[in-house]
């Protein structure tokens, strides 16, 4: 199973930093892209845990993918 670790999001939704997980590697880094930024599909976002329903929020495209997003 694929390591995660603690990450704050800024949600523009709430406006305010929220928790959620990223994805790492092997070593426990975060994986990031060639120019050393963080991959928007690699997060997952923890609000109200994990429950948050605002789906226009891009986060929650990449992780909740279906009809409605």
Same mark, same amino acid.
């Given at each position: 199973?694929? !390591? =995660? !670790?603690?990450? &704050?999001?800024? @949600?523009?939704? $709430?406006? !305010? %930093?929220? =928790?959620?997980?990223? %994805?790492?590697?092997?070593? #426990? ?9 963080? &991959? +928007? /599909? %690699?997060? /997952? @976002?923890? $609000?109200?845990? #994990?429950?948050?329903?605002?789906? %226009?929020? +891009? &986060? $929650? =495209?990449?992780?909740?993918? *279906?009809? #409605? *997003?």
């Amino acid at each position: 199973m694929a !390591k =995660r !670790k603690p990450i &704050l999001i800024g @949600c523009p939704q $709430h406006g !305010k %930093l929220v =928790r959620g997980t990223y %994805l790492c590697d092997d070593a #426990g880094d975060y994986r990031l892209g060639p120019d050393g930024q963080f &991959l +928007v /599909e %690699l997060v /997952e @976002c923890g $609000h109200d845990g #994990g429950r948050c329903m605002q789906t %226009l929020y +891009v &986060l $929650h =495209r990449y992780n909740r993918r *279906s009809d #409605g *997003s």
